[in-house]
């Protein structure tokens, strides 16, 4: 049997008259740059995650961007993230001159927030804790924490769309929320795209101004920016996508009681654990593992695709030399790193391919 981590073909081909069809009438009415599906979707997508505003963009990473930039965060400022996401999150705090300081994560991956309020400074502006894997943050206490110092909170919820805590969508609880919508997320488009939320209209006015070269009308530029747009034809596709969205995201949630409920008692693999007042929506399904570069090998070696995110955390890569951090300053972050494994978890699975994948890990340790 031959199952590959990720499986675009197959979301695809059932939907592909759809998609079709959609394209087809974007190209018929030639409003490639923000056309009407453009703010259709972002009605959608506002409501999907419980905000009043939602504002589409070309990219996740420009959502971090410009969510940074509209909160006027620059040179000498500090913003509090996490060393275990993808690199964008520090990248885009980076890119506008600011530090990211590090908060080693527990063993949901998510950022701890026992430890946020002792990497405050006088300098710090804003907190972005990342929904790492789907799962969502601590959001209430690291709200408070947010709310005792006057910090910003950004989420990045790039992996996440409707994740719940506590009843309440991720994307609604900060200032605002910076969604992903690459083909790998689990809203994706056929391309690059990504997808900022907001309840402040005055934020969701500037966003608008931000992701179109600082345009307030077609010929008045009020700021310097750059071109950061959905594409309609992209629009065209997630409004398509939006009426599976529901269904996918039980799909990997089943998934993922599947590998919970078959890998139990297997003691060389620890599995993410739901508490009852979340809702994970499984972007990735990471265990933690026993000699896991040889059960990735072995694995392989049965056909099954596996990935992790992220083998370097970020205060150890190359472009973060210039920040004050050796190995050892995440311990958390760093033996996960070692031990983190992502198994298949996309809707398209079957049961033959899940039981596969389980007996196959069984196999590698009773070898
Ligand atoms: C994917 C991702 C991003 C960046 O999104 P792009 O659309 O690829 O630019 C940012 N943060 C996290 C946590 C992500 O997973």
């Known amino acids: 049997m031959k199952i590959p981590y990720v499986n675009l073909v197959a979301q695809h081909r059932p939907i592909k008259d759809e998609l079709l069809a959609a394209i087809g009438s974007v190209i018929d009415r030639g409003r490639f740059i923000l056309g009407d599906e453009v703010a259709e979707f972002e009605n959608r997508f506002a409501e999907l995650c419980g905000t009043r505003f939602a504002v589409g963009l070309n990219s996740g990473t420009d959502a971090l961007i410009l969510a940074l930039k ?22 885009s ?39 790492l894997t789907g799962r969502p943050a601590a959001m209430d206490a690291i709200l408070e924490v947010a709310r005792a110092h006057r910090l910003h909170v950004i989420e990045d919820a790039a992996q996440a769309v409707t994740a719940e805590y506590q009843g309440k969508r991720v994307g609604s609880f900060g200032v605002v929320g910076c969604f992903s919508l690459h083909p790998l997320k689990t809203l994706n488009s056929c391309g690059d795209g990504g997808i900022l ?10 966003f608008k101004i931000l992701r179109n070269l600082g ?28 009426q599976y969205l529901e269904a996918w995201t039980e799909k990997r949630r089943a998934h993922a009681r599947f ?57 150890l890569q190359g472009a973060a030399r210039s920040l004050p951090h050796a190995l050892g300053d995440f311990p958390v972050t760093e033996r996960q790193s070692r031990r983190i494994l992502s198994l298949p978890v996309y809707p398209e699975l079957g049961e033959k391919e899940l039981n596969y994948i389980v007996s196959s890990i069984r196999s590698f340790y009773e070898r």
Request: with cysteine; proline share 7%.
């Open 70 to 91: 509209a909160l006027s965060v620059g040179p000498g400022e500090e913003v509090i993230t996490v060393p275990n996401s993808f690199v964008a999150t520090s990248s």
């Open 93 to 131: 705090i980076n890119l506008l001159g600011a530090r990211p300081v590090f908060v080693d994560v527990k063993e949901d991956y998510n950022l701890d927030p026992d430890l946020l309020v002792k990497a405050i400074t006088p300098r710090t502006k804003a907190i972005i804790p990342v929904h």
């Open 215 to 242: 345009l307030k009308t077609r010929d008045n530029c009020v700021v310097w920016s750059g071109n950061s747009r959905l594409d309609t034809l992209q629009a065209s596709i997630l409004l398509v996508k939006l």
């Open 259 to 315: 590998y919970q409920e078959h890998l139990q008692g297997l003691h060389q693999v620890q599995m993410p654990q739901d508490k009852p007042w979340e809702r994970a929506v499984y972007h990735t399904f990471v265990i933690q593992a026993d000699d896991r570069d040889e059960l990735r090998s072995y694995l392989a070696q049965q056909g099954i695709g596996t990935a992790i995110h992220y083998p370097i955390p970020i205060h």
């Open 197 to 206: 939320t907001t309840d402040d209209p005055g934020l969701a006015e500037e």
